[in-house]
């Protein structure tokens, strides 16, 4: 049995025999080092970042591919103001919160895919990746953050976290504004033809277990909800970091996809996961990806296949814990991929 690319990831993702595990590095900002471009270009044209990760596809061959700018695409898009750009440093916010109040909040218009911030940007990326790609290898697109990260922008991480406690509901109307942006993009974004949809909640790490089944989780799994029944594609979830006391809660949003940190065993996460979830890692980007050599490489990728084999039933996707580095050396890209490639045996 070969599959496809899309095939192998498709597959995997429900649950069904594949000739091998699919690869699928989370390849952002590092796209653009390929050909030469600055953060700031690849974050501010379409033809820039598309160019960027239809010339990483062609190099490395992994299964799957993402289509990410920054965290703040959907900040930006609900009003909140980005610092000047700096040639090599992703967008972030100028330290003004966008919502200070439900007045501020009130200011903020139903979310417009077709003109409100990046999106359209965003969209058209999306859209030229899929057809310099064909059908044959998996697209995912990044819908930007989950609401809870999403308030944390746009009022502040401070600000929002000690407004969980004085000021509860404001926080959670601001989260239900940016569910409504984050499943328009989802939505737009599936339609410019994304495989698969993602979104991060980093800030909501920061939450102990009970505060996040409590604060973030619920607009999560609605979001998801919301995405699934519009669009009829996987939804991903990523936490950066140590999310294992976090993952029981992450199981139940229903993502069809958790993106793990190399901070998370593949044992523990596969033991909480089970056989409906699949995970999505989780080599160390940094510690091993950048700053190991080939060979350690390859036999930290054989190790974690080694891992997954020894699980039942578990659906994976071989991948960084989170986004690449920059300065990540290609050979050691080039030998996480080849190491999967070899393990035909991790099938499954």
């Not at 999403?150 to 601001?174: N, Q």
Request: proline share 6%; net charge negative; with cysteine.
């Amino acid at each position: 049995m070969t599959l496809t690319s899309r095939q192998r990831v498709v597959a995997t993702l429900r649950g069904e025999p594949v000739d091998r595990t699919p690869t699928g590095p989370l390849a952002v900002h590092y796209c653009a080092g390929l050909i030469g471009v600055s953060l700031k270009e690849y974050t501010l044209s379409a033809e820039m970042l598309s160019r960027a990760v239809l010339h990483y596809a062609n190099r490395f061959a992994p299964d799957a591919v993402w289509v990410s700018a920054d965290t703040w695409v959907t900040a930006q898009a609900m009003g909140a103001r980005l610092a000047p750009p700096v040639d090599n440093q992703p967008l972030s916010g100028d330290g003004v919160p966008r919502v200070r109040s439900l007045a501020d909040l009130a200011t903020i218009p139903a979310p417009d895919v077709s003109r409100h911030g990046r999106y359209p940007l965003m969209i058209e990326a999306t859209a030229r990746i899929r057809e310099g790609l064909g059908d044959d290898r998996f697209v995912v697109a990044c819908f930007d953050q989950y609401p809870f990260s999403a308030a944390c922008a746009l009022m502040g991480v401070e600000r929002a976290m000690t407004a969980l406690i004085d000021e509860p509901r404001f926080v959670r109307d601001v989260m239900r504004k940016a569910a409504d942006y984050a499943v328009a993009y989802g939505r737009a974004l599936a339609d410019a033809g994304a495989d698969m949809l993602s979104a991060g909640d980093s800030p909501a790490g920061l939450l102990g277990p009970g505060a996040y089944e409590e604060i973030a989780a619920p607009l999560e799994r609605e979001v998801i909800a919301r995405l699934k029944e519009e669009t009829g594609l996987p939804i991903s979830l990523h936490i950066c970091g140590d999310a294992n006391r976090l993952l029981p809660a992450m199981v139940r949003t229903d993502a069809d996809v958790l993106e793990l940190d190399h901070q998370v065993a593949i044992a523990d996460a596969a033991g909480v996961c089970g056989r409906n979830t699949a995970i999505w890692g989780n080599l160390d980007p940094v510690g091993l990806l950048l700053s190991s050599t080939p060979q350690q490489v390859t036999e930290a990728t054989r190790s974690i296949l080694q891992q997954v084999r020894r699980t039942e039933g578990l659906r994976f996707v071989a991948s960084s814990g989170c986004t690449l580095a920059v300065g990540t050396p290609p050979e050691n890209v080039d030998a996480m991929i080849a190491a999967v490639g070899d393990d035909h045996d991790a099938g499954h």
